[in-house]
């Protein structure tokens, strides 16, 4: 019985499927009447409006926000690695300045994946929406999405693909041109959220943790405070710039302490008009224990403006800490270290019996969950 559980083992495991960097492999493609390879492309929304349409024009904007950032004072990080951003959203006079000090922090080969939260601005559901694509484009060139981890995601509750719901979305979208500067290579895992209550917000968590195991940077994509009569949101009406920084000042807090029950508690008090408020709220419950939390950079769109009646914004956070790369068991239940294992047994075992020598006896304690019945090996 051994012989050929672990024959099977070995089969399933040595055929496992492999994710390119590739753009035309990067996905599920789908071949056309000839034969050729169609690549499903998520094309650029919002560039040539939001932000630069000339590849050039846009790098060097890019560029000189980075460095600009680099150059600015800033205080004292933990000496840990960075983990997670939370960064604005808007179009890029605006916001791209305040976004710049968070991708400062970011080098090339630092991180495999890169998974997007953003929220939905355009359309109204209920949970989490992927785009059905093989990659997002920009300018800068194509970014293709990790599939693996994306199809494990589909099976996940609460997640769905809206195709309407990406269209013209820019959550997503405007934080890739400043990954494609910083990383160049790497793998993206966009995820669009409706609305959540705050115990989905925590299950949708355990879903991203199960099915993100390469080593992988989070990003909050999001706007603070709306102000103005145009938002709706029009809580005080004098001295509101320094008002303002109070207000975010506040949200700042509970979020760079990962005090999830506290930030939902100043949204409720506050009315705080934080379109991002969900993609946050996702981000605080992924953190692993210890995560230190520090703003990076604050601004306004009254800065460029110097409208205080209508005002939106923006906030630089990064998070700092041990690791995202914690072991996470793949949708055949399994982790990493366990396949390994089972494959290293199925290779021992078909040594031996092509020997004619006894197969070896595997550590009972060693031996996967599913691998074991009532708490007894099928092993043996």
């Not at 494990?152 to 269209?167: K, N, T, V």
Request: aromatic share 8%.
């Amino acid at each position: 019985m051994r012989v050929w559980m672990l024959v099977a083992v070995f089969m399933c495991l040595g055929t496992m499927p492999t994710c390119s960097q590739d753009p035309p492999q990067a996905g599920k493609p789908r071949a056309g009447v000839s034969g050729e390879i169609k690549v499903r492309v998520r094309p650029a929304a919002v560039a040539g409006q939001w932000y630069p349409g000339d590849e050039v024009e846009l790098r060097t904007m890019v560029r000189k926000f980075i460095a600009t950032a680099e150059a600015t004072p800033r205080p004292q990080l933990p000496k840990k690695p960075l983990l997670a951003l939370i960064s604005a959203h808007a179009g890029y006079v605006y916001s791209g300045a305040t976004a710049a000090h968070g991708y400062a922090l970011l080098r090339k080969g630092d991180y495999d994946t890169v998974v997007i939260l953003g929220n939905a601005h355009y359309a109204h559901f209920h949970g989490a929406s992927i785009a059905d694509v093989d990659c997002y484009e920009t300018p800068l060139g194509r970014v293709p999405l990790d599939t693996e981890a994306v199809s494990r995601l589909r099976q996940e509750p609460l997640f769905q693909c809206l195709p309407a719901a990406h269209r013209r979305e820019h959550s997503i979208e405007a934080q890739l041109p400043f990954l494609q500067e910083r990383l160049g290579t790497f793998r993206l895992v966009p995820i669009l959220f409706g609305e959540l209550t705050p115990k989905e917000c925590e299950l949708v968590a355990q879903s991203i943790r199960r099915c993100i195991s390469a080593r992988s940077l989070f990003v909050a994509s999001t706007d603070f405070t709306h102000y103005g009569a145009a938002f709706g949101y029009v809580p005080f009406r004098d001295n509101v710039r320094d008002k303002l920084r109070e207000l975010n000042a506040e949200a700042v807090a509970r979020i760079a302490q990962r005090d999830f029950e506290g930030f939902h508690e100043h949204l409720r008090r506050t009315g705080n008009t934080i379109c991002g408020h969900v993609p946050v709220s996702v981000l605080m419950k992924l953190l692993p224990e210890g995560a230190e939390g520090r703003e990076l950079a604050y601004a306004t769109s009254s800065d460029q403006t110097g409208d205080w009646s209508h005002v939106v914004v923006y906030v630089s956070l990064g998070f700092f800490g041990g690791s995202n790369t914690t072991p996470t068991a793949s949708a055949d239940g399994l982790s990493p270290q366990e396949k390994q294992l089972l494959l290293t047994l199925a290779r021992q075992t078909l040594t031996a019996v092509v020997r004619g020598e006894k197969p070896p006896a595997p550590p009972e304690a060693a031996l996967p969950p599913p691998f074991a019945r009532n708490g007894e090996p099928l092993l043996r």
